[in-house]
């Protein structure tokens, strides 16, 4: 249709086409706009867990390493295995990997989970202490089959009691907690018994103590047994007082417990 304005005729501009219609390939849509150029792949890369925070023994040969990886994104963790490395008389050295695009925040994986890793041992483990990523150590002496028994700063003999800070450091690992939970305060030991006061960040990943991410957490009251294999938790609470822990481990002196204030925050 032909438009008249002031004698004169002109045609209406033509009304834009979708790409499907106009015939052109769905690559060369909107290829001339400004910021459309599209995003870099996020590269995948082999790293090894944050944290193993348990081993166990299947049978004699099958040991599953219980790891730390990342999660919060579409597909965060693939090729999740544990190979083992050395394999001498007395020590099973065991490299445990998977690849992540987790390095990279674009991925969405900032966030962790609890995975497992199934590596066969070429011969039966009997007595011999687990080495894994050349770090953490797992020995199954002492321990409660089929679990393996978490070595502490001290190594793996003598258990790691006592109360001391780095004994109190120790127990933080035996404890069914995010790897990054610390020791917040030793309420009360007496060398048999143990109330641990412990500290999780909770929230997004943040860059470091100043970043007021990382103030959020959350606090919970732990007790504990001394045992050959190291500290045992028995109970975990926010309350004060015995009541919780004697629901469940009667033998708890109430000498310690007996003044302690409820948890705030």
Same mark, same amino acid.
């Given at each position: ?33 400004? #910021?459309?150029?599209?995003?870099? $792949?996020? /590269?995948?890369?082999? %790293?090894?867990? +944050? &944290?193993?925070?348990? @081993? ?95 070595? #502490?700063?001290?190594?793996?003999? $003598?258990? /790691?009691?006592?109360? %001391?800070?780095? +004994? &109190?450091?120790?127990? @933080? ?93």
């Amino acid at each position: 249709m032909l438009v008249r304005s002031g004698g004169t005729r002109r045609r209406p501009p033509a009304a834009a086409l979708p790409c499907a219609l106009a015939g052109l390939p769905l690559a060369a849509c909107g290829a001339g706009r400004a #910021g459309s150029a599209p995003a870099a $792949p996020v /590269p995948w890369t082999t %790293t090894a867990p +944050s &944290y193993v925070t348990g @081993v166990r023994l299947s049978g004699d040969r099958t040991l599953l390493f219980q790891a730390r990886v990342p999660s919060g994104g579409a597909v965060c963790v693939r090729d999740l295995e544990a190979v083992l490395a050395d394999a001498t008389t007395d020590l099973a050295r065991v490299r445990v990997t998977y690849v992540s695009p987790a390095a990279d925040r674009a991925s969405g994986c900032t966030e962790e989970r609890s995975a497992t890793a199934k590596p066969e041992l070429p011969a039966p483990l009997r007595g011999r202490d687990v080495v894994v990523n050349n770090f953490t150590t797992f020995t199954p002496d002492g321990a409660t089959p089929p679990a393996l028994r978490l070595c #502490g700063q001290l190594g793996c003999d $003598p258990a /790691p009691t006592g109360c %001391t800070s780095a +004994s &109190y450091e120790q127990a @933080v690992p035996a404890t069914d907690v995010p790897p990054h939970t610390t020791s917040r305060n030793a309420q009360r030991c007496d060398g048999e018994w143990l109330v641990l006061d412990l500290s999780t960040r909770m929230g997004p990943a943040c860059a470091g103590e100043t970043d007021p991410a990382c103030s959020a957490r959350q606090d919970a009251r732990w007790f504990y047994r001394a045992r050959k294999t190291g500290w045992r938790p028995v109970a975990r609470t926010r309350s004060g007082g015995c009541t919780d822990v004697h629901r469940v481990e009667p033998a708890f002196p109430k000498a310690l417990c007996a003044t302690l204030e409820p948890l705030s925050g």
